[in-house]
C-alpha cells in the first residue's frame, strides 16, 4: 500500500507551478535579458494557453516582477525575496497529503549562500495556505525523483555528500526518506553529471516517465558522461526498472567548459512537457524521444543557453503544486 504522503508523481495533475524569474542583475550580469526571455516561454509552454497548470512567477523585487508581468501576463506574479530562482531545491515539496515540505537548504553544501533561499519555499507554501511541515536535514527537490508508488530514484554523489548531512548514513538518509516522505524504495545511483555544482542532482541524470519505467540519456560520440550514464542504467536495470533511452547532447561548451546540459530537466506540466535545447546535433531526437513517452502531451523543446549559464534549467527553476 503506498504511503498517502508520497509526492504525485509528475505527470500526475497539478493546480500551479511555482517558476523562479531572474531578479538579480549582479548574478546574471549580460545573460539577464536572454534568461528572462527563456523563463519567460518556459512559462508559456507549461501554461498552453490555459489547458496547463496555474503559472505563478517568482519575483526577488519590484524591478523584476513589472518584468515578468510584461513578459507573462497570463500568469500569476508574487514578490519573495529570494537568492537565486532555483526553486526546484528551494521550494517545498508538496506531498499527496497537500502539505508542504520544507527541508533544510545551505546552498548546495555551502556553495551559494544567498539571503532568502533557506526559507523562500516556506513563504511560498504559507500564501497557498499549505500546511508546513518543517525537516531538519538538507534536502533538494533536484536531488530525488519518484514515481508516484513510494518509489525514488537519488544519486550517492549528492544525497551522501558530507557538505549536505555529514552524520548521517545511507541506511538513516533512507529512513528519513521514508519517514518524511513516503518513499519506501530507494534506487541508489552513482555519480551525476561531470562538473555539475549541485554534486549531481538527479534530475540531470534519470527522470521516472512512468511506474517503474526511468529515462536515462544514452551517450553521444563526444559526451564526457558516457560512463555515468551507462552506470546508471545497469543499476536501474538491476532494481527491476524498465530503462527507457533518451539520446544526450553530446560535450556542451561554455566559454571552452563543460557545462552539466541534459535534456533530462525536462518539466511535465497539465498539458505540455518542456524540455530544454542547446544547439546540440540531438535536440530534435530528444524531443522526438520524449513525446513518444507522453503521447497524450505536447512536448516543447525550447533554448535554454542562458539560464544553463545561472547552473541550470528548465526543471531546477520550477516546483509544481500537485491538485
Excluded at 62 to 90: C, K, N
Aim: aromatic share 8%; proline share 6%.
Amino acid at each position: 500500500m503506498v504511503s498517502s504522503n508520497v509526492p504525485p508523481a509528475e505527470w500526475a495533475p497539478h493546480a500551479a507551478v511555482w517558476i523562479g524569474f531572474p531578479s538579480h542583475p549582479e548574478l546574471w550580469q549580460e545573460d539577464l535579458d536572454q534568461a528572462r526571455d527563456e523563463v519567460a516561454a518556459f512559462a508559456r509552454a507549461v501554461h498552453a494557453g490555459g489547458r496547463g497548470e496555474a503559472v505563478i512567477l517568482v519575483a526577488a523585487d519590484e524591478e523584476a516582477a513589472a518584468a515578468a508581468r510584461d513578459a507573462a501576463p497570463f500568469a500569476e506574479v508574487v514578490v519573495e525575496p529570494f537568492g537565486d530562482i532555483w526553486l526546484r531545491d528551494t521550494g517545498a515539496i508538496v506531498d499527496g497529503d497537500g502539505r508542504a515540505n520544507d527541508f533544510g537548504f545551505n546552498g548546495w553544501g555551502g556553495k551559494y549562500d544567498l539571503p532568502g533561499d533557506d526559507d523562500v519555499g516556506a513563504r511560498l507554501a504559507r500564501r497557498r495556505g499549505l500546511s508546513i511541515r518543517a525537516h531538519d536535514w538538507v534536502l533538494e527537490g533536484g536531488a530525488i525523483d519518484g514515481d508516484g508508488t513510494g518509489r525514488l530514484v537519488t544519486t550517492e554523489q549528492c544525497l551522501l555528500n558530507p557538505n549536505r548531512n555529514p552524520s548521517l548514513t545511507k541506511e538513516a538518509v533512507e529512513r528519513r526518506l521514508r519517514d518524511d516522505l513516503g518513499f519506501a524504495s530507494v534506487l541508489w545511483l552513482g555519480d551525476g553529471l561531470l562538473n555539475d555544482h549541485t554534486d549531481g542532482h538527479v534530475d540531470n541524470l534519470a527522470r521516472f516517465v512512468g511506474e517503474g519505467r526511468v529515462a536515462i540519456p544514452v551517450a553521444a560520440d563526444n559526451d564526457p558522461n558516457w560512463r555515468i550514464y551507462q552506470d546508471a542504467a545497469d543499476r536501474a536495470r538491476r532494481a527491476g526498472l524498465e530503462v527507457v533511452a533518451i539520446p544526450s547532447p553530446g560535450r556542451v561548451l561554455r566559454d571552452e567548459e563543460i557545462v552539466p546540459a541534459s535534456y533530462m530537466n525536462f518539466y511535465i506540466g497539465n498539458a505540455a512537457v518542456v524540455v530544454p535545447l542547446y544547439g546540440a546535433e540531438n535536440d530534435a531526437a530528444a524531443v522526438s524521444a520524449i513525446q513518444a513517452i507522453f503521447p497524450t502531451r505536447e512536448v516543447v523543446g525550447l533554448r535554454a543557453d542562458a539560464i544553463l549559464t545561472g547552473g541550470g534549467s528548465f526543471h531546477c527553476i520550477s516546483q509544481q503544486v500537485p491538485a
